[in-house]
């Protein structure tokens, strides 16, 4: 094997999937490292999935191998959450939502 790790892209967050790719693959180079990109494209709600599955998932892939889990544009998503949030709340108590919200974690 000439690669760090083998990166899995999928369209849906399908487990039996990434079983079969994690086996194969296995089978081939036991020891190879898996990476899977847990995509914000998945719409996570229409995946068949439970919230208690959804929940272990990341874990079932790392018992299968995959030790490198990503979400590309987390970072980007979780800041423009926030700044949605604080300038909602902003607009509403002014500096207090700043201090309370950013100034004071």
Partial sequence: PYADFIWMETG?????????????????????????????SFNWDTAGMNDAQMETFIWDLAKMGFCWQFITLAGFHCDALSIDLFARDYAKRGAAAYVQLIQRK
Avoid at 16 to 39: D, G, I, K
């Fill in 12 to 40: 849906k967050p399908i487990l039996a999937q990434a079983t079969y790719f994690s086996t194969e693959v296995r089978a081939a180079v036991p020891h190879q490292m898996l990476a899977y990109n847990l995509s914000p």
